[in-house]
């Protein structure tokens, strides 16, 4: 029944987005070969050849997976607090992790930063941002008095509180132990590991199965609290569970390039003006389509025009900050 009563208050006008999808998927495509072939050394075939492009194989591997946990846990997100306007970071996610980077030098000098360099060290930071997430969800949210913005506001307060004791440690530290934490705090899509990134997609790979299984009850949960328990919905618990599934995303992400605040708010809003569709399995694959299309545009022209990429991740929250701001003060004048 709720298929049905979604399909029939969200119409689509399906060859426009057809052909949307289809030209977002082709400057995908475009995009990717011209990051991995354009300018290769060698000649196309040779050994030197097919190894430039094996290099350039992980960042373009870690652009789609950091496209695809950055948009689809953004758009989980807005509809678990049915608010458009909020963002993952609001729980203090990146604060969490940049609190971790910081007490690492701080405590242990900047060579513990690449001595702890590894998957154990990547897992560590995962479980504790996911588990972070779910005490604070359980806590708030999953008691007989839980409440969704109460448990908002309390995230708010932790991710500033997070920032303070980072900010207080990072005076502290010496101009070269700063310097070093300041580039591993920045998102850099160009130094990702090679190593990081199976265990990254397997993570990410068990995560979006469980979305896209569950992609009908997204539906009934973006209608609202009321109208999704009246449908027979446990409000409650899904949007517990989507909670988490966006903290596992986020950390996946987070621990291969370091924050990202506005990205997936920037993707997830012109997937929602370009689907034409409020249904997920509509929205969330466009989402992911512009996520990669946009990191790999950038990437490209960033790396053979400007020769700039790590600039990349610098540019891109810019631009999405500046977005976020317009969209929110025209949400305000209406």
Same mark, same amino acid.
């Given at each position: 029944?709720?298929?049905?009563?979604?399909r029939?208050?969200?119409?689509?006008?399906?060859?426009r987005?057809?052909?949307?999808?289809?030209?977002?998927?082709?400057?995908?495509?475009?995009?990717?070969?011209?990051?991995l072939?354009?300018?290769?050394?060698?000649?196309?075939?040779?050994?030197g050849?097919?190894? *430039?492009?094996?290099?350039?194989?992980?960042?373009?591997?870690?652009?789609a997976?950091?496209?695809?946990?950055?948009?689809?846990?953004t758009?989980?997100?807005?509809?678990?607090?049915?608010?458009?306007?909020?963002?993952?970071s609001?729980?203090?996610?990146? *604060?969490?992790?940049?609190?971790?980077?910081?007490?690492?030098?701080?405590?242990?000098?900047?060579?513990?930063?690449?001595?702890?360099?590894?998957?154990?060290?990547?897992?560590?930071?995962?479980?504790?941002?996911?588990?972070?997430?779910?005490?604070l969800?359980?806590?708030?949210?999953?008691?007989?008095?839980?409440?969704?913005h109460?448990?908002? !506001?309390?995230?708010? +307060?932790?991710?500033?509180?997070?920032?303070?004791?980072?900010?207080?440690?990072?005076?502290?530290?010496?101009?070269?132990?700063?310097?070093?934490?300041?580039?591993?705090?920045?998102?850099? !899509?160009?130094?990702s590991? *090679?190593?990081?990134?199976?265990?990254?997609?397997?993570?990410?790979?068990?995560?979006?199965?469980? +979305?896209?299984?569950?992609?009908?009850?997204?539906d009934?949960?973006?209608?609202?609290?009321?109208?999704?328990?009246?449908?027979?919905?446990?409000?409650?618990?899904?949007?517990?569970?989507?909670?988490?599934? +966006?903290a596992v995303?986020?950390?996946?992400?987070?621990?291969?390039?370091?924050?990202m605040?506005?990205f997936?708010?920037?993707?997830?809003?012109?997937?929602?003006?370009? *689907?034409?569709?409020?249904q997920?399995?509509?929205?969330?694959?466009?989402?992911?389509?512009?996520?990669?299309a946009?990191?790999?545009?950038?990437?490209f022209v960033?790396?053979?025009?400007?020769?700039?990429?790590?600039?990349?991740?610098?540019?891109?929250?810019f631009?999405?900050g $500046?977005?976020?701001? $317009?969209?929110?003060?025209?949400?305000?004048?209406?």
């Amino acid at each position: 029944m709720s298929d049905t009563l979604i399909r029939s208050a969200t119409p689509v006008r399906r060859p426009r987005v057809a052909w949307r999808f289809v030209v977002v998927a082709a400057i995908v495509v475009v995009a990717a070969v011209g990051v991995l072939t354009w300018d290769v050394p060698g000649a196309p075939g040779s050994r030197g050849f097919w190894i *430039a492009v094996s290099l350039r194989a992980v960042s373009l591997g870690t652009i789609a997976l950091v496209a695809c946990c950055q948009a689809s846990a953004t758009v989980l997100f807005h509809t678990g607090t049915a608010n458009r306007i909020l963002t993952p970071s609001i729980m203090g996610f990146d *604060a969490l992790y940049v609190v971790m980077q910081t007490a690492l030098v701080f405590f242990f000098g900047s060579a513990a930063l690449s001595a702890t360099d590894g998957l154990l060290k990547v897992a560590i930071q995962s479980v504790l941002m996911v588990g972070f997430a779910t005490l604070l969800y359980g806590w708030l949210f999953a008691g007989p008095r839980g409440n969704l913005h109460v448990m908002l !506001l309390v995230g708010v +307060v932790l991710g500033v509180g997070f920032g303070s004791l980072s900010t207080v440690m990072q005076r502290l530290l010496t101009p070269s132990d700063f310097d070093i934490l300041s580039a591993r705090l920045f998102g850099n !899509l160009s130094n990702s590991d *090679a190593g990081y990134l199976p265990w990254g997609a397997l993570v990410a790979t068990a995560v979006l199965v469980v +979305v896209w299984r569950m992609r009908h009850r997204l539906d009934v949960l973006a209608l609202g609290r009321e109208a999704s328990i009246n449908l027979g919905v446990s409000y409650r618990r899904e949007v517990t569970v989507i909670l988490v599934l +966006v903290a596992v995303l986020i950390s996946v992400s987070t621990t291969l390039v370091g924050p990202m605040t506005f990205f997936g708010f920037l993707v997830a809003t012109l997937a929602y003006q370009l *689907a034409g569709s409020a249904q997920h399995r509509i929205v969330l694959p466009f989402a992911v389509l512009l996520g990669m299309a946009i990191l790999l545009v950038g990437y490209f022209v960033l790396r053979h025009v400007f020769y700039a990429a790590g600039m990349l991740s610098v540019i891109i929250e810019f631009v999405g900050g $500046v977005f976020f701001l $317009v969209f929110l003060l025209r949400k305000g004048a209406l």
